[in-house]
């Protein structure tokens, strides 16, 4: 203890002058002790390196390096301290997204990245996760002059339970709202609900494109996707008239709370404080946009976010477990109400196809206002893991309607190139950033290295088997709350007001990179 | 012939793979004050090479970003190694300057002496060395690329030997209209190991473009006498110099190969 202590002060003293005083006279003990304690090798090379390092010349023969993050990105981050250059982001940025070496170099001026944050899922060190917003959902919540409201999305329901030790797919909705409860949120809505409202509105406009009312192509693509719709902007923006211009649930709900919400409770909208629970790293980069102050413009106040902080799943998970709460022994707990109806069709917008299969459930009713068949209501051909699906659906007074389902972005690309040369035969395509689509978000927890399809399957499983036995009710226009809402404020779906709170615009990217003719 | 590495800052991406292989091979701590990579990115005694974030104009006007891997040069002719008078500095056949911490008297000449400022002192430590990229000459000895080198997965490196890539970087520059007609490091100081292209002058990423051509050992008795250390006393000097001496026939005696003059 004192020689360490001694050794500190010494460091302390020696000054350039110190030092060569003690070369002179004194310096007799240090340089033997140098000696003594160095070996007669050149400085450097006593480290590791990861076995494909290992190899003589620098031909590309196997994974190599890693991807570059923007310290500026607001959805990832990395630790270099925990990289041991495993490769592995490349792998998922690269083949399972088409993202990564799909750009001519040299670079522009950005580091593409469609912020979907598959690269942390597959990262076996964690050295790059979401980028952490806790503290400020902790200051708001600390702010007794804030109002905070959160929305938790339809994936993180089945996802939250796995950071507790549960099954994969456990199914946590109540649990989750209470825990919400419990650290203190003034209201906890559900992002189902605002899933419902999407169908109103992505279903309605998606008639008017089938009609010609709506001067828009077909195929229509689905928007809520933040990392799909980063990738259309980026490699496809010739074909962003395609895309509905319905805002995500998330991005709804969000203007929702500071408007319907804030005028039905009597509270100022910059009182209030919005937060979502998502099982996507995207989200936060589409809360971000620049565009996404809707009700800030509404109110006249357009510095005033939609949503102002958004936590992944597992951000959720580290928030609890810091305040002392173990998830396993809370007791379910209920939404609040105004927002807090969700339907089994909102719901399965977690699963990869579940927009379209809800979408299908309603845009039956609204053509032919009859509750659909029992058979679209299990709408197999289009739920399950392969990477593209589709079906046709006979819908009296229109015909058949051709759909296509598409998770993970290589698998969008062959679509969206058959698109491009107007032979893609589908009305109406959704597009997950994804694998698996949202339950496998780049929020949720890390379950298997790197994700496995066991743990996408039992997620999956558990949300279709709520929307089959746990939700009363499976289509979104039985929901009572969206009825409410278009009856008291909205009026009826694309309306002036919807359009102005519900729908948005996009930016086309392709200049901030030379895309790659001949893909790698 | 000896080795080099040829980099193509057009090619780069900027994820710093390379300034974490470089601490991985070399067992080099984490640096808290220092980044490796973004703007502020600094050579330091624990950090041997750095990606610095360049955010510059190209030939069109349009604002471009740019990272720029630094390291030591490798010169050929290596002013650190002329100015070491314990030769702890040494230039290998293969081409790396290396240094040998045992060797060190810690008069820190060579950092004086390197046009670029690579050498770096170890002022935290009791008794502190000089640190520098070492171009992994064990590797080299091998056949094998510099760890950063093997890392890189967006192609900026080229790993041979230095004069092919001459050629190659010649052949490349004069293909293509994007690369300003400059291989920084063929000529720089007499020659470095590590050459450069770009598609941005060289001046604007913060190269050093205003050094001598000639090789610099020439110049080391000016840079002697320009140093902060000409007050220091004959007596300290002589001093050094004796257990420096004594030091060197010993482990001479050990191990002979470490010793080239
Ligand atoms: S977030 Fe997605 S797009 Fe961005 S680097 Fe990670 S895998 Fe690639
Ligand atoms: S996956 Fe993680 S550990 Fe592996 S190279 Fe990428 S950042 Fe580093
Ligand atoms: S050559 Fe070796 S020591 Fe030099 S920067 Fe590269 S990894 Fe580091
Ligand atoms: S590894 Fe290659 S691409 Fe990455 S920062 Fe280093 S030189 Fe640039």
Redesign the pocket.
């Known amino acids: 203890m004192q020689n360490q202590q001694e050794g500190k002060d010494k460091q302390k003293q020696i000054t350039r002058r110190g030092f060569l005083k003690m070369m002179g006279g004194i310096g007799l003990t240090g340089i033997t002790a140098t000696i003594a304690g160095c070996s007669t090798d050149p400085a ?1 090379g006593k480290g590791w390196m990861p076995q494909q390092y290992q190899v003589a010349s620098s031909y590309p023969i196997q994974v190599k390096g890693r991807i570059p993050i923007d310290p500026n990105n607001p959805s990832i981050t990395r630790d270099d301290k925990k990289c041991i250059l495993c490769g592995q982001c490349i792998e998922v940025c690269q083949r399972v997204q088409t993202v990564y070496g799909y750009y001519e170099l040299p670079i522009k001026n950005d580091i593409t990245c469609v912020n979907c944050g598959q690269c942390t899922l597959w990262c076996p060190t964690a050295a790059i996760t979401e980028r952490d917003d806790i503290d400020k959902v902790v200051k708001a919540l600390e702010n007794k002059d804030l109002h905070v409201v959160v929305q938790t999305a339809p994936a993180t329901r089945v996802g939250l339970g796995e950071e507790f030790g549960m099954a994969p797919g456990t199914f946590v909705e109540g649990k989750q709202v209470a825990a919400l409860k419990q650290l203190g949120f003034d209201a906890v809505f559900d992002t189902n609900f605002s899933a419902d409202l999407t169908i109103f509105e992505e279903g309605t406009e998606l008639i008017k494109r089938i009609s010609g009312d709506l001067h828009e192509p077909l195929p229509q693509f689905t928007s809520c996707s933040p990392g799909w719709v980063k990738f259309c902007e980026y490699y496809y923006p010739d074909l962003l008239p395609h895309m509905s211009t319905c805002k995500s649930p998330q991005q709804m709900l969000g203007a929702l709370i500071k408007t319907y919400y804030a005028k039905e409770k009597g509270i100022k909208p910059e009182k209030i404080f919005s937060v979502s629970i998502m099982p996507c790293t995207a989200k936060k980069f589409e809360a971000a946009r620049p565009e996404m102050n809707s009700s800030g413009k509404h109110a006249g106040k357009p510095q005033l976010k939609d949503v102002d902080v958004v936590l992944t799943t597992r951000e959720l998970a580290r928030l609890i477990k810091a305040k002392g709460m173990d998830l396993n022994n809370l007791p379910d707990k209920k939404y609040d109400s105004l927002m807090g109806e969700g339907t089994g069709a909102g719901l399965i917008f977690g699963a990869t196809g579940g927009v379209m299969e809800a979408a299908i459930r309603s845009a039956y009713f609204l053509i032919t206002k009859q509750d659909p068949p029992e058979a679209l209501l299990n709408l197999t051909p289009i739920r399950g893991l392969q990477g593209c699906k589709e079906a046709s659906v006979d819908i009296p007074g229109v015909g058949t309607v051709k759909v296509a389902v598409v998770h993970g972005l290589s698998n969008a690309r062959p679509i969206l190139e058959a698109v491009r040369k107007k032979e893609a035969p589908w009305h109406f395509i959704e597009f997950m950033c994804c694998p698996g689509g949202c339950i496998s978000g780049g929020g949720q927890p890390r379950t298997s290295l790197p994700p496995s399809d066991e743990v996408r399957q039992a997620r999956i499983n558990s949300i279709y088997n709520a929307d089959a036995h746990i939700y009363s009710k499976r289509k979104s226009y039985e929901n009572q709350e969206v009825l409410a809402l278009y009856e008291k404020f909205m009026e009826n779906p694309n309306s002036h007001l919807a359009h102005e709170l519900l729908h948005t615009h996009y930016t086309d990217r392709s200049k901030q990179l030379t895309v790659k003719k001949k893909n790698a | 012939m000896s080795k080099g590495v040829l980099v193509d800052l057009t090619k780069c991406v900027g994820c710093g793979s ?1 300034t974490v ?2 601490k991985l ?2 067992d080099n701590k984490w640096d808290d004050k220092n980044p490796t990579m973004g703007p502020s990115a600094k050579l330091t005694d624990k950090n ?2 750095v990606v610095q974030f360049k955010e510059v104009k190209d030939k069109k006007g349009e604002p471009v970003w740019r990272f720029v891997k630094q ?2 040069f490798h010169c050929k002719e290596p002013a650190c190694a002329s100015a070491c008078f314990a030769k702890a500095f040494q230039k290998t056949k293969e081409g790396p300057v290396i240094y040998y911490p045992h060797l060190c008297v810690g008069c820190r000449y060579c950092m004086v002496a390197c046009p670029f400022n690579v050498p770096k002192y170890q002022w935290e430590k009791a008794f502190p060395l000089v640190t520098k ?4 000459n064990t590797k080299v000895e091998k056949g094998e690329a ?4 093997s890392v890189c997965p967006a192609g900026v490196f080229k790993f041979g030997d230095r004069e092919e890539l001459l050629k190659e970087a010649k052949s490349i520059i004069a293909k293509d209209s994007k690369y300003v007609k400059h291989i920084f490091g063929e000529n720089e100081v007499g020659g470095t190991e590590w050459l450069y292209i770009s598609d941005v002058p060289f001046d604007q990423l913060g190269f050093k473009t205003n050094v001598t051509k000639r090789s610099l050992p020439s110049y080391t008795e000016a840079y002697m006498h320009a140093t902060p250390f000409v007050g220091i006393t004959w007596g300290v000097i002589l001093t050094g110099l004796y257990h420096y001496t004594k030091r060197r026939n010993q482990i001479s005696k050990d191990n002979n190969k470490n010793i080239k003059a």
Not at chain 2, 146 to 149: I, L, Q
């Open positions: 450097g | 390379c292989a470089c091979w070399n041997w090479t390291q030591c990229c070492m171009m992994c510099p760890a950063c080198v």
